[in-house]
């Protein structure tokens, strides 16, 4: 028969395992170290500060043939001048980013004027936080890439699943983040337009998703600064841009 107290410091792990509001003895909260590994688990999500404006290209892993590509959502339009993309769990990520644009709206019918971006992002750090602290709840298990044109200048976030944001230059989140940003260290350059940033998001995602890269997954969205208007890139966008940097690849 086990001794009971060698069951004692399992038990007490799990306690520290499943509880959210409760310390491990290494100052760790443990729920929300897993909400950030659901993170990583997610489809690949990228975003960029261009000189003129901001791109957001996504992977969203369709493996379904019987899925309508269209119909998956995962770059969102939180106002004219403000988008968004993630990665984790898609379903957290709605909602948050539902209650963005109510809040964007309400914001122009109050103060009949465009809401800026880190208000956005504050108010959903502020949700992702309160739900590291409360007991009967668990972490969003999802980060959220927000971005938009400020006074006619691009600003990027990246909200964590603690509450936690920072403001980036380019950024990449999900499963090919270790990769993406190493692409992006060595080539990301501030003074790449729209176009450049899309071909070398692709090249990224290329060598993240190998043989299973198919343009179906991919989608882009932009706001160029000199209109604040938040648009996507068709398929025939991506497709041709997508070869262009292969034949360019080639050429190398």
């Not at 410091?9 to 897993?34: C, K, N, W």
């Not at 969203?60 to 019987?66: Q, W």
């Not at 984790?88 to 004027?113: F, M, N």
């Amino acid at each position: 028969m086990v001794k009971s107290e060698n069951l004692q410091p399992m038990h007490q792990m799990m306690g520290y395992d499943r509880a959210i509001t409760m310390f491990s003895p290494d100052g760790r909260l443990l729920q929300v170290e897993y909400a950030k590994k659901t993170v990583r688990q997610g489809s690949t999500a990228i975003a960029m500060v261009c000189s003129d404006g901001l791109l957001f290209v996504t992977d969203k892993r369709i493996i379904d043939t019987l899925i309508v590509p269209e119909a998956v959502e995962k770059i969102w339009q939180i106002d004219d001048h403000v988008g968004a993309t993630a990665s984790g769990i898609l379903s957290d990520a709605r909602v948050l980013i539902e209650r963005a644009q109510l809040k964007a709206q309400q914001h122009r019918i109050t103060y009949d004027s465009p809401i800026d971006t880190l208000t956005i992002v504050k108010d959903i750090c502020d949700l992702k936080q309160v739900c590291t602290q409360s007991g009967g709840l668990r972490p969003f298990g999802v980060s959220i890439l927000v971005a938009g044109i400020d006074n006619h200048i691009p600003r990027l976030y990246e909200t964590d699943p603690t509450g936690i944001f920072f403001q980036y230059k380019a950024t990449a989140i999900g499963e090919g983040e270790v990769e993406v940003e190493e692409i992006l260290h060595k080539e990301y350059n501030e003074e790449m337009a729209i176009e450049d940033g899309l071909q070398l998001s692709l090249k990224a995602l290329k060598k993240v998703l190998g043989e299973n890269f198919k343009i179906g997954r991919i989608d882009a969205a932009y706001i160029k600064t000199e209109d604040k208007k938040f648009k996507k890139f068709s398929k025939e966008k991506i497709e041709k841009t997508s070869a262009a940097e292969s034949k360019e690849k080639k050429k190398k």
